[in-house]
């Protein structure tokens, strides 16, 4: 009996490190195919001051370099339908030409004019936000007056982004420090 038992905790032992050891080969091809069917970018560039035009020339002119999308991305506070306030972080990127981390549209669909946006699968502080909500920039941001041309937008859709693949976050840079409230 005891040499039975032995043998079957050794099986167990050797079943499960066999499981172990093929779970990390599998979650890399995986992760890597999902990099490549969204284009995940490679490296990502970010100025506090931003990229001036000849900026981003002299950076796509780099030989090693195959594609450059430029992108605002500022941290706000901002209203949901007129609201909560919280810490968003906002992209403004040409989504009919982005060739460099695609979204995968979850649900709606894709924004069709400027007063349109996406968000990404709700999370946390997200989750009440639906498509057909507005969101509202505050006029508490610094540079409310100066940075945005528009202010309100009405979500359309539900994305994943590859940029964000967990739910861990940067921090922001208003608010508290973290998107969210």
């Known amino acids: 009996g005891r040499f039975a038992a032995i043998i079957a905790i050794v099986a167990l032992g050797v079943g499960f490190l066999v499981g172990i050891l093929s779970s990390t080969p599998d979650m890399k091809t995986t992760v890597q195919q999902y990099y490549q069917d969204y284009a995940m970018s490679d490296f990502n560039l970010k100025s506090t001051l931003g990229f001036t035009e000849d900026d981003i020339d002299a950076i796509a002119d780099i030989p090693e370099i195959d594609t450059v999308m430029p992108a605002n991305v500022v941290d706000s506070l901002v209203y949901i339908n007129n ?60 540079d409310y007056d100066t940075l945005y041309e528009q202010t309100e937008f009405t979500v359309v859709g539900t994305v ?19 998107t969210g409230v």
């Open 83 to 142: 609201e909560d306030l919280v810490t968003g972080r906002l992209y403004g990127t040409d989504l009919d030409n982005q060739t460099v981390n695609k979204l995968q549209l979850l649900d709606g669909r894709m924004p069709e004019n400027s007063s349109e946006c996406v968000i990404e699968k709700p999370d946390g502080h997200l989750n009440d936000v639906a498509i057909g909500d507005v969101i509202t920039i505050s006029e508490e941001n610094d």
């Open 160 to 178: 994943n982004s590859p940029y964000y693949f967990c739910n861990s976050r940067e921090p922001s840079t208003v608010g508290t420090g973290r």
